[in-house]
């Protein structure tokens, strides 16, 4: 019970701290001027260097690792990604075959038409997957354990995914998530978007069903486990607490751990000193042009 209440009251510090620096600053904004003083010299003096000088050779070293790092980075994640989806698409049966057919009157009432595969296989599972054309999947394993109303339920939910090209949003998500590790702060807000990302069509879905409906949907994908293929952008029915909380109508509202905030504002503290330092090196000490005194 103590260490329960010592990490609500860890949560409800650092929600204090991260308050207060946001009053702080839109009171006195003048505080940021340091900061933003430092970063446009910054940014002057590598854009006067670049265009007026000779470039160092590694500078353009550290340009181009970067350049490939980052590229060859996006590159294994689209593979990763074609990947995954290759994987369903041999799990799944042809489109018009029989499993399809039987849900096709369902599938069009929706607004999904031939955008609906069903995978072979007892787990209970059901997404959206698909970059540019988005599919939905289902499996004959939630197809047997939901009743037509829940399947309904979840199609639509499903549908919300495929409309708004979910899939995608998500992809980047993760790669902002796998670039925000530093910052245990961003990584929260970035798990809070794709919570926000499945509300969302959580409440396209409560247009049409009742909510009881789709939370026995997730309840009942719940005790089957469901098998999520592993690919970063998939718009899964997979519970959670935010989800069921909202579906009960109590929302749960973001919070912080000390620690990550702390982690945080410490690497953001390193990253601002060194830009500061390279702004402060003599090699950028440049006017932006000839007729331009320096800073």
Do not use: N
């Not at 309840?219 to 999520?228: D, L, N, Q």
């Amino acid at each position: 019970m103590c260490r329960q209440v010592r990490g609500t009251l860890r949560q409800y510090a650092a929600s204090l701290v991260v308050v207060l620096a946001a009053a702080l600053v839109a009171r006195y904004p003048s505080l940021l001027d340091p900061l933003a003083e430092t970063y446009v010299r910054a940014c002057a003096r590598l854009a006067g260097y670049w265009r007026y000088h000779h470039v160092p050779p590694y500078v353009v070293a550290v340009i181009a690792l970067v350049l490939l790092v980052s590229s060859s980075f996006l590159g294994v994640a689209l593979l990763r990604e074609l990947a995954g989806l290759y994987r369903i698409g041999r799990r799944s049966p042809r489109p018009g075959g029989l499993a399809v057919e039987d849900w096709s009157h369902l599938a069009e009432a929706v607004g999904i038409g031939e955008r609906l595969r069903v995978l072979d296989g007892a787990a209970a599972c059901a997404f959206c997957a698909g970059l540019l054309r988005p599919q939905i999947y289902v499996s004959q394993g939630l197809l047997s354990t939901l009743s037509p109303r829940e399947v309904e339920a979840v199609l639509r939910h499903e549908a919300h995914h495929l409309r708004r090209r979910d899939p995608l949003r998500l992809f980047f998500l993760g790669l902002a998530q796998r670039l925000a590790a530093p910052l245990p702060v961003a990584r929260v807000l970035l798990d809070r978007a794709r919570v926000e990302i499945e509300l969302a069509a959580d409440r396209a879905a409560l247009q049409q069903v009742p909510a009881e409906v789709l939370a026995s949907a997730l309840i009942k994908v719940a005790g089957a486990r469901p098998a999520i293929p592993p690919l970063a952008a998939v718009a899964s029915l997979t519970p959670d607490q935010a989800r069921v909380a909202a579906l009960l109508g109590r929302p749960v509202a973001i919070r912080f751990d000390v620690r990550d905030a702390l982690v945080s504002v410490l690497v953001l503290v390193i990253i601002g000193a060194v830009i500061g330092h390279l702004a402060a090196q003599p090699f950028l000490m440049l006017p932006i042009c000839a007729a331009c005194p320096s800073f």
